[in-house]
């Protein structure tokens, strides 16, 4: 089993959907979760932080849940530009990424 | 503000061959990676360093050394290149503490015929 695991989807959806990707992990003792969007192989590039409390950042909200060892990406009213790859980033000292979740949004 | 620097962008390579991966950043990061990204995968660490002087393994280092000889910038070299190293190649530094995010240089592209 892998230690961080993503559904690599692809995702299809309209604009204006709202869409959600799920993570889970496997190290108890992990301390700091993100997301990360990668574009055509490009470097990834830091989306958000996760915190316990659940965060949000405009249409982009995270949560995590210590005791499933589960994280998730809620994006609502999808545009365009939101086409990309997106990583689930657990660390407990060292980072481990997910194979990523792609997802395209569709006129 | 050029935060992490890599260089070549692209290289090709015969087998057999040696190269070095430079990366170079300006943030002043304790902590500094190499990671590979092969299709369809995620990225896996090769070797890291958590300061200047210290290097560690990753995941798949086999075939890989690295150096950290100054605080700024951390060497991946290649010492005979193999076909199986072809991938994409990144960088990434971090300060020490926990929650600190990864920044990532703009990768080099490997292919190794």
């Known amino acids: 089993r892998k230690e961080v695991e993503q559904d690599p989807g692809p995702f299809n959806v309209p604009e204006g959907a709202t869409v959600a990707f799920n993570c889970t992990y496997s190290n108890s003792a992990s301390q700091s979760f993100f997301w990360y969007r990668q574009d055509c192989r490009k470097e990834p590039k830091l989306l958000m932080s996760v915190y316990s409390s659940g965060n949000e950042d405009g249409r982009f909200t995270a949560q995590l849940n210590r005791a499933s060892q589960y ?27 997910g194979d990523g979740t792609t997802l395209t949004v569709k006129p | 503000n050029a935060g992490v620097t890599q260089t070549p962008k692209f ?103």
Not at chain 1, 81 to 95: E, F, I, Q, R
Not at chain 2, 30 to 40: I, V
Request: charge should be positive.
């Open chain 1, 71 to 97: 994280i998730s990406l809620l994006i609502r009213d999808s545009k365009l530009s939101d086409s990309a790859t997106y990583l689930c980033v657990v660390s407990a000292g060292k980072s481990t990424f």
């Open chain 2, 11 to 113: 290289r090709v390579l015969k087998t057999g061959q040696s190269m070095t991966l430079l990366c170079a950043q300006d943030m002043n990061h304790e902590y500094m990676y190499w990671y590979r990204q092969d299709p369809g995968m995620g990225l896996r660490l090769i070797h890291y360093s958590v300061g200047e002087g210290t290097t560690a393994k990753g995941e798949v280092p086999d075939g890989y050394n690295v150096s950290r000889l100054k605080k700024q910038n951390f060497l991946l070299g290649l010492e005979s290149a193999a076909p199986s190293q072809t991938s994409v190649y990144f960088c990434a530094s971090s300060y020490p503490k926990i929650g600190s995010p990864l920044h990532f240089g703009n990768g080099t592209r490997l292919t190794v015929t």
